[in-house]
Nanobody, 125 residues
């Protein structure tokens, strides 16, 4: 079983930055893909970014060039650096992981087996 705990959310003005962290339990963290998703009120959960065990990355078009996903396997932690934040980025941000071992990822939430509790990000205009 993998447990994920997000932190780093908060209130920021448009154009500002935040860094989210996702601390994971378990000894096989480095072998699993990590994903970040977000869900705004009344909307479906949407893909933000993913990073594979081989450090390949994938971003949603809406965040490409502004967000950076990374991981520190020694700390069992994944990060999402968010720059140039926009009001439409207001949402609960979730990190996720998979039970699959290997260098693969998905942009679909159903592919991921483990989820954190979420952290609120609010971007004021």
């Amino acid at each position: 079983q993998v447990q994920l705990v997000e932190s780093g959310g908060g209130l920021v003005q448009a154009g500002g930055s935040l860094r989210l962290s996702c601390a994971a339990s378990g000894r096989t963290f480095s072998s699993r893909a990590m994903g970040w998703f977000r869900q705004a009120p009344g909307k479906e959960r949407e893909f933000v970014a993913a990073i594979t065990s081989g450090l390949r990355t994938k971003y949603a078009d809406s965040v490409k060039g502004r967000f950076t996903i990374s991981r520190d396997n020694a700390k069992n932690t994944a990060y999402l650096q968010m720059n140039s934040l926009k009001p439409e980025g207001t949402a609960v941000y979730y990190c996720s992981s998979t039970s699959q071992i290997g260098d693969s990822y998905s942009t679909h939430p159903f592919w991921y087996d483990y989820w954190g509790q979420g952290t609120q990000v609010t971007v004021s205009s």
